[in-house]
Structure formats: structure tokens, C-alpha cells
């Protein structure tokens, strides 16, 4: 059994303005804006006020939680 071909229709969007669209949001554009992780050199999420990507800082809050958690056993 095989589907039907659909005719392509009409473009509604200029195909000039789809590209100038694309090239706005294009992956290039995003990853000159982002930095390099100071542990690792992955790339850091835009906006962050920390030189890490998502893995080391996510390790870093479990350390500080692994930290807290030894401190009052200690005592």
C-alpha cells in the first residue's frame, strides 16, 4: 500500500526571508555567544555567571551537597 503524493504547494514566505530567518537563528550565531567551561572547555549556557556548562556545575552543587550533608556527622 502506498501513500497518496501530496503536490507541493504555493510557499506562503518568500524563500529571501525563510533564509534571512534561518541565518538569525542559526546554531553558529548561538555558540560564538557562548563560553568555554574552565573545567572541561564544553561550551557554557548563555547568560550564566559561572564559567561552567551544565555537567561540571551540576557536579558542584552535589559536592556542596555531599559537603553539608559529612559536616555535622563530624561534630
Known sequence: MRRKV???SDQVVP????????QAVSVDSLKKLAGKCSV???ETADGSDEPL?????RLKISAWRD???QMPMQE
Open 53 to 57: 556548562c551544565w555537567v561540571c556545575r
Open 6 to 8: 501530496t503536490p507541493k
Open 67 to 69: 559537603i553539608e550533608h
Open 40 to 42: 572541561c572547555g564544553a
Open 15 to 22: 524563500a529571501e526571508l525563510l533564509e534571512l530567518a534561518r
